[in-house]
T-cell receptor, first 113, second 114 residues
């Protein structure tokens, strides 16, 4: 069964600190993996996207890594800001799903001053 | 910029009412999707459409129907709203030609059924 699991479920950190969010997937055949950021009451917005051949992708203070062998991805946030408080969702697509996405349940990040 | 808009940010309806949620995208995308999002369950696909007048059931279609009469507009219909349909509803669109199936989301509609 195609699944995406994220950890931790929630996380609280102090402003300025770094953090890493984890994503494990069992989707096959794998097409690509995205990390979305969803602010409270808003729709998700794409942060990064990685295909099978990509190991790392950065977007400002966000760096995503992908290990296609172990089917794991991480999202590292550097020097966190209050505006980073959001839900971060790992999303995987498969070649045989016709454009449908498989969503993780998200990690709720709270950055405190 | 891709823009996906949804007709209402917040909606309150009574049990048994017929509810229409509208979604419009301005990027000439072929694919459109309706999801619901609930705490602890993530996003779940209700229906999707690959073309005008075409629809496919997603993972949780029961209690919902959809309409796509024009390429830019995809409507979600709750024939008889129930309290268990209280949720956040998100619309998304993507291009059929996109190599990475990038989906662009609207801002969401928070529906409360009382």
């Amino acid at each position: 069964k195609n699944q995406v699991e994220q950890s931790p479920q929630s996380l609280i950190i102090l402003e300025g600190k770094n953090c890493t969010l984890q994503c494990n997937y069992t989707v096959s055949p794998f097409s690509n993996l995205r990390w979305y950021k969803q602010d409270t009451g808003r729709g998700p917005v794409s942060l990064t996207i990685m295909t099978f051949s990509e190991n790392t992708k950065s977007n400002g203070r966000y760096t995503a890594t992908l290990d296609a062998d172990t089917k794991q991805s991480s999202l590292h946030i550097t020097a966190s800001q209050l505006s980073d408080s959001a839900s971060y969702i790992c999303v995987v697509s498969s070649y045989n799903q016709g454009g449908k996405l498989i969503f993780g349940q998200g990690t709720e990040l709270s950055v405190k001053p | 910029d891709v823009k996906v808009t949804q007709s209402s940010r917040y909606l309150v309806k009574r049990t048994g009412e017929k509810v229409f949620l509208e979604c419009v995208q301005d990027m000439d995308h072929e694919n459109m999707f309706w999801y619901r999002q609930d705490p602890g369950l993530g996003l779940r696909l209700i229906y999707f459409s690959y073309d005008v007048k075409m629809k496919e059931k997603g993972d949780i279609p029961e209690g919902y129907s959809v309409s796509r009469e024009k390429k830019e507009r995809f409507s979600l219909i709750l024939e008889s709203a129930s309290t268990n349909q209280t949720s956040m509803y998100l619309c998304a669109s993507s291009s059929a030609g996109a190599t990475h199936y990038e989906q662009y989301f609207g801002p969401g509609t928070r529906l409360t059924v009382t």
